[in-house]
Each structure stands twice: as structure tokens, then as C-alpha cells.
């Protein structure tokens, strides 16, 4: 089992904010990075570092991080963010290890 | 433009190997550490393995050390992943994935096509 824990799926209406969230011991000493999953598609990058986007990727899309949890939030939910989300970082054998996934339905 | 390209992959008896490969293009090779990524039918991304810039540092996830051997040619700007000894659990579609680096944090980005490695009798 991941050392870094997912809700299985949430839902938001459309327009809405919906925080994901991303629960583990090493998320106190390690940054998160959150991923983008479509069925089909490879993943994508949306978060890095402390709230860091690639270019490209909407600013609706913003992490955060307290104590052990990090969260990343898409503000105004868009169909197309129907998707499944990963957050990734660090085990405590420093390993990199990725969270179980939440699946976002949006209503 | 950065781009990973991916091949290999394909059915494969249980037992049996496969061999994985990963061209780059679009940015300077040797300069990043590569990793593998995978996902199971049904199930959620795991990190395989990874490899330094340089080759010298090579980490594996519990469940493919011993049979699975991460590798690079710089001179190629190739990544691969030779897998033995095979089994169902493996079967699953396979990322070459870059690893990059800044402000203290590490992200993968981007990522190859993927590839569906199929382990059946």
C-alpha cells in the first residue's frame, strides 16, 4: 500500500472548488507534485515545488501543503478536469512513491 | 520540442523477458535522471525504477528488484528497462517518465506515450 493516501473519488459541480487532498509522514519533509491522468493519455504535471505551475496549465490549478497533508485545489471546475489526480513524493526510505489516485467526477 | 518516444512492450508468456526503450529528443539527455512508471489495469500509477543522469545511481521498487534492470546510452539519448522473469502482476501500461529538478523540489515531466506490457500464457 502507498505510504501517501488519496480519497478514492470526490465530486464537484461545475464552477465549483474542490480541494484534492494527499496524506503521508514524509510530506512534512518532502515537497508534492500532483499529476493529471486521462484515460488513454499519459499523465501530466499540473503542481511542483511549493505551488509551481508549468506553462501551460491553468491557474485554476494550485497546491498547497500543511503538517502532512498537501492539497492540490482546481478553483472553478471545468468539464474537462474530469480526471484522475496523483500526488507523488517521497517514502521514508526516500523512495519515490505515488498516492492511490482520486478520481474527480465533475457533476 | 521535448519529446520521449517510447517502444517495445507487446504479450509475453509468464517467465518469459521483455526489453523497454525510451528515445529523447529535443532537450540535452545526458543532463537528467529517467525513470519508469507504470499502471496496472485498474489500478494507480507505481514507480518502477529510476536512473542518474550519469548511471551511477539506480533505484528499483520492491516488487521489480531483481528482475527488472533500468539502463541508459547517452550517446543514443536512449533510457531502457530489460524485464525478467515476468508474471501476470506485471502486466500493465509502462512510462518512460524525465525527472526534473528545481527550487528544491523534483517532478516528472514530461512523460513518454506508454506502452502496454501484457503478461498471459
Known amino acids: 500500500s502507498s505510504e501517501l493516501t488519496q480519497d478514492p473519488a470526490v465530486s464537484v459541480a461545475l464552477g465549483q472548488t474542490v480541494r484534492i487532498t494527499c496524506q503521508g509522514d514524509?510530506?512534512?519533509?518532502?515537497?508534492v507534485s500532483w499529476y493529471q491522468h486521462k484515460p488513454g493519455r499519459a499523465p501530466v504535471v499540473l503542481i511542483y515545488?511549493?505551488?509551481s505551475r508549468p506553462s501551460g496549465i491553468p491557474d485554476r490549478f494550485s497546491g498547497s501543503s500543511s503538517g502532512d497533508t498537501a492539497s492540490l485545489t482546481i478553483t472553478g471546475a471545468q468539464a474537462e478536469d474530469e480526471a484522475d489526480y496523483y500526488c507523488?513524493?517521497?517514502?521514508?526510505?526516500?523512495?519515490?512513491?505515488f498516492g492511490g489516485g482520486t478520481r474527480l467526477t465533475v457533476l | 520540442e521535448v519529446q520521449l518516444v517510447q517502444s517495445g512492450g507487446g504479450p509475453v508468456k509468464p517467465g518469459g523477458s521483455l526489453r523497454l526503450s525510451c528515445a529523447a529528443s529535443?532537450?540535452?539527455?545526458?543532463?537528467?535522471?529517467f525513470n519508469w512508471v507504470r499502471q496496472a489495469p485498474g489500478q494507480g500509477l507505481e514507480w518502477v525504477s529510476s536512473?542518474?543522469?550519469?548511471?551511477?545511481?539506480?533505484y528499483y521498487a520492491d516488487a521489480v528488484r531483481g528482475r527488472f534492470t533500468i539502463s541508459r546510452d547517452n550517446t543514443k539519448n536512449s533510457l531502457y528497462l530489460q524485464m525478467n522473469s515476468l508474471s501476470a502482476e506485471d502486466t500493465a501500461v509502462y512510462y518512460c517518465?524525465?525527472?526534473?529538478?528545481?527550487?528544491?523540489?523534483?517532478?516528472?515531466?514530461?512523460w513518454g506515450q506508454g506502452t502496454l506490457v501484457t503478461v498471459s500464457s
Open positions: 517518465v524525465r525527472e526534473d529538478y528545481g527550487f528544491g523540489a523534483n517532478w516528472f515531466d514530461p
Open positions: 529535443g532537450f540535452n539527455f545526458n543532463d537528467y535522471t
Open positions: 536512473i542518474s543522469s550519469g548511471g551511477s545511481y539506480i
Open positions: 514524509t510530506v512534512r519533509d518532502y515537497y
Open positions: 515545488g511549493r505551488n
Open positions: 507523488n513524493s517521497r517514502d521514508s526510505s526516500s523512495n519515490l512513491v
